[in-house]
């Protein structure tokens, strides 16, 4: 069956950077985008961008431009999301999906809890 | 401030139909065929009950339609059960802009 699997909870400090891991299985890897998605405690859902597993081009959110990187690995069918310069309000489950380019997401990670404190 | 505009929360008693809205504009929900819906209950993964404005995953009750007219997207639940009460989240296609995928702010449904 379709499984994402993401890495466990972080805990950073403000300007650190952090890197969550996604796992894919049950599937060809190379043949669905993977989308990011955050949702800070008590609030909604927040597209932060998208990867091609298949030639790893991507598209980020315009808020997070210079701050997001994601990146695929096909031979560990893994794809990461680094979000640099933390700051508090980055605090968040952060969410894999694999769907369409459009969206469409079917598949979703666990989530990833990132806390920001000092 | 959403890109796509969900009331806050709705309500209906059990067995009742309810409808929830997202509105976006022309470059988003009105230009493409591209909306979707997803349920979060709290603690849990969001869960893709509608995609491409009408069409149900396999295994996603069809007492849970969609429509769209114009800028505007609408879920329909009918037979409301105590299950549903849920946080129920729309999301656009939006390729002119970034982000590519727009979300609605999310509607709170309670089930009396």
């Known amino acids: 069956q379709v499984q994402l699997v993401q890495s466990g909870a972080e805990v950073k400090k403000p300007g650190a950077s952090v890197k969550v891991s996604c796992k894919a299985s049950?599937?060809?890897?190379?043949?669905?985008?993977v989308h990011w998605v955050r949702q800070a405690p008590g609030h909604g859902l927040e597209w932060l961008g998208i990867i091609n597993p298949s030639g790893g081009s991507t598209g980020y959110a315009q808020k997070f431009q210079g701050r997001v990187t994601m990146t695929s690995d096909t031979s560990t069918s893994t794809v990461y999301m680094e979000l640099t310069s933390l700051r508090s309000e980055d605090t968040a489950v952060y969410y894999c999906a694999r769907g369409q380019s459009y969206g469409d997401c079917g598949a979703w990670g666990q989530g990833s809890l990132v806390t920001v404190s000092s | 401030q959403s890109a796509l505009t969900q009331p806050a929360s709705v309500s209906g008693s059990p067995g009742q139909s309810i409808t929830i809205s997202c509105t976006g504009t022309?470059?988003?929900?009105?230009?493409?065929?591209?909306v979707s819906w997803y349920q979060q209950h709290p603690g849990k993964v969001p869960k893709l009950i509608i995609y491409?404005?009408?069409n149900r995953p396999s295994g996603v009750s069809n007492r849970f339609s969609g429509s769209k007219s114009g800028n505007t997207a609408s879920l329909i639940i009918s037979g409301l059960l105590p299950e549903d009460e849920a946080d129920y989240y729309c999301?656009?296609?939006?390729?002119?802009?970034?982000?590519?995928?727009?979300f609605g702010g999310g509607t709170k449904l309670t089930v009396l």
């Open positions: 999301t656009s296609y939006s390729p002119r802009t970034t982000p590519l995928v727009l």
């Open positions: 049950g599937y060809t890897f190379t043949n669905y985008y």
């Open positions: 491409e404005v009408f």
């Open positions: 022309n470059s988003d929900v009105g230009g493409y065929d591209y």
